[in-house]
T-cell receptor
Framework: EAQVTQNPRYLITVTGKKLTVTCSQN?????MSWYRQDPGLGLRQIYY???????DKGDVPEGYKVSRKEKRNFPLILESPSPNQTSLYFCASSLSGLGSYEQYFGPGTRLTVT | AQSVTQLDSHVSVSEGTPVLLRCNYS??????LFWYVQHPNKGLQLLLKYTSAATLVKGINGFEAEFKKSETSFHLTKPSAHMSDAAEYFC???????????FGRGTSLIVHP
């Protein structure tokens, strides 16, 4: 089954404790991206990757890091989480980053930083 | 530059009545436009997309949308609402050459029995 998986689905952590949210897709997609969803703000892109070893900032990259060492994986790293990063996070993938291609979304990771 | 405005944060309808979710967009270049649906505690799923072919686009579950360039709109409609349509709906614009799509803030569709 074609899918995007994320782990963990739920995470509660404390300020400053480094964490990683994993994302994996099995569709051989070139483009992957991370979003955060906050009430009333829709989804905002954090980082995206056009292919292996190629990443770039989205609209809200501050406080986040990403890497793309393999085509299927695109982990999101919070080196020193803060309470304002409490949010619902989605990973997505697409055949290409060019605008006409639809994105496939993971189930989401709900992060709480206390 | 691109932007998208979903004109209603909440829309409430009765089961069996028509649905209209409104979306206006702004784009410097030929846009691609999408509607995604998010059911509670789920990821987003594509409903339909416009990519410069037919202006009336049909999607899944009986939804359709019409691209109107003169009005810069891409409203989502369905003739008859079903209880299972209750969800959050997002309009998305992506300009040619852009790797960063812009999401609207979402419209919550409430369906009453």
């Amino acid at each position: 089954e074609a899918q995007v998986t994320q782990n963990p689905r739920y995470l509660i952590t404390v300020t400053g404790k480094k964490l990683t949210v994993t994302c994996s897709q099995n569709m051989n997609h070139e483009y992957m991206s991370w979003y955060r969803q906050d009430p009333g703000l829709g989804l905002r892109q954090i980082y995206y990757s056009m292919n292996v070893e190629v990443t770039d900032k989205g609209d809200v990259p501050e406080g986040y890091k990403v890497s793309r060492k393999e085509k299927r994986n695109f982990p999101l790293i919070l080196e020193s989480p803060s309470p304002n990063q409490t949010s619902l996070y989605f990973c997505a993938s697409s055949l290409s980053g060019l605008g006409s291609y639809e994105q496939y979304f993971g189930p989401g990771t709900r992060l709480t930083v206390t | 530059a691109q932007s998208v405005t979903q004109l209603d944060s909440h829309v409430s309808v009765s089961e069996g009545t028509p649905v209209l979710l409104r979306c206006n967009y702004s784009s410097s270049y030929s846009p691609s436009l999408f509607w995604y649906v998010q059911h509670p505690n789920k990821g987003l799923q594509l409903l339909l997309k416009y990519t410069s072919a037919a202006t009336l686009v049909k999607g899944i579950n009986g939804f359709e949308a019409e691209f109107k360039k003169s009005e810069t709109s891409f409203h989502l409609t369905k003739p008859s609402a079903h209880m299972s349509d209750a969800a959050e709906y997002f309009c998305v614009v992506s300009s040619r050459g852009s790797y960063i799509p812009t999401f609207g803030r979402g419209t919550s569709l409430i369906v009453h029995p």
